[in-house]
């Protein structure tokens, strides 16, 4: 069988990190893990099921997923973060598929199932959910800034099967989330020369809101859709505002 590199990288994941390694230790030939020095268990929990385990400052999403991909020893690395898990018939798929394609594919799209509020989302704006994540180390790294994903050099198949995502603990820590990274996308967009405008701030956030709980069919989803996509229209909204917070910071301090 085709060896294969798990990688993953944490930070206070103590809640889910357990379910992710136990789906992926007793099949994947090595299993890597690196920490932004949690303060929760998390660590101590990976060195149980790590083959390596190190702990390293947090320089980045991009960055600190490439810094772990280049620990590897086999060329084939399949990246899951604390919060996912494999399911059984996903890792089955992998490793029959990196044996019998033999060089057709440089990586493999995943489909994800995301868990929140007590329910598999399977509507709105979570729908559909996949990006690469099986691939050639020699021919895959990950790009971009927030949200880092994984660029190949060459041909990309598709897996059936599905991986899990348990994302949020609750509505607290969502919003905390939220909080977090539209501070980082606003930032992230200044970097790249995006300027604020008021039209962004008032009709992306209903237009997020028609698109991905009407048109998309979130309220099929009860009480959990109308609150990923309503917190979805709150991130859009607040990092926009961010972005002219900075901007009006820039210009008082200049």
């Known amino acids: 069988m085709t060896p294969?590199?798990?990688?993953?990288?944490?930070y206070n994941n103590s809640r889910t990190i357990e379910k992710a390694l136990q789906s992926v230790a007793p099949w994947a030939s090595e299993v890597i893990v690196v920490d932004s020095f949690s303060t929760d268990t998390t660590y101590e929990t990976a060195k149980k099921y790590a083959t390596s385990c190190e702990?390293?400052?947090?320089?980045?999403?991009?960055?600190q997923y490439n810094y772990c991909i280049s620990k590897a020893k086999n060329d084939w690395v399949l990246f899951?973060?604390?919060?996912?898990?494999?399911?059984?018939?996903?890792?089955?798929?992998?490793?029959?598929?990196?044996?019998?394609?033999?060089?057709?594919?440089?990586?493999?799209?995943?489909?994800?199932?995301?868990?929140?509020?007590?329910?598999?989302?399977?509507?709105?704006?979570w729908v559909p959910d996949c990006e690469?994540?099986?691939?050639?180390?020699?021919?895959?790294?990950?790009?971009?800034?927030?949200?880092?994903?994984?660029?190949?050099?060459?041909?990309?198949?598709?897996?059936k099967n599905y991986y899990y995502h348990y994302n949020y603990r609750d509505?607290?820590?969502?919003?905390?989330?939220?909080?977090?990274?539209?501070?980082?996308a606003a930032e992230d967009m200044q970097r790249e020369g995006k300027r604020f405008s008021y039209t962004d701030l008032l009709l992306r956030p209903p237009l997020r809101f028609l698109k991905e709980y009407i048109l998309k069919r979130?309220?099929?989803?009860g009480m959990p859709g109308l609150v990923i996509t309503v917190s979805t229209m709150y991130y859009v909204f607040a990092k926009y505002a961010k972005l002219w917070e900075l901007e009006r910071n820039g210009r008082e301090g200049g």
């Open 218 to 221: 979130g309220f099929l989803d």
């Open 80 to 125: 899951l973060d604390a919060d996912e898990e494999v399911s059984p018939e996903l890792a089955l798929e992998i490793g029959q598929r990196v044996e019998i394609d033999q060089g057709s594919y440089d990586g493999y799209i995943a489909h994800r199932r995301n868990y929140y509020l007590g329910r598999w989302i399977m509507h709105g704006g």
């Open 132 to 159: 690469i994540r099986l691939f050639r180390k020699s021919k895959g790294s990950f790009v971009g800034a927030l949200h880092a994903h994984v660029e190949v050099n060459g041909r990309v198949g598709e897996l």
């Open 4 to 10: 294969v590199s798990a990688c993953m990288i944490t």
């Open 171 to 184: 509505i607290a820590d969502q919003i905390d989330t939220i909080n977090r990274y539209s501070k980082t």
């Open 55 to 63: 702990q390293r400052a947090w320089p980045g999403f991009r960055d």
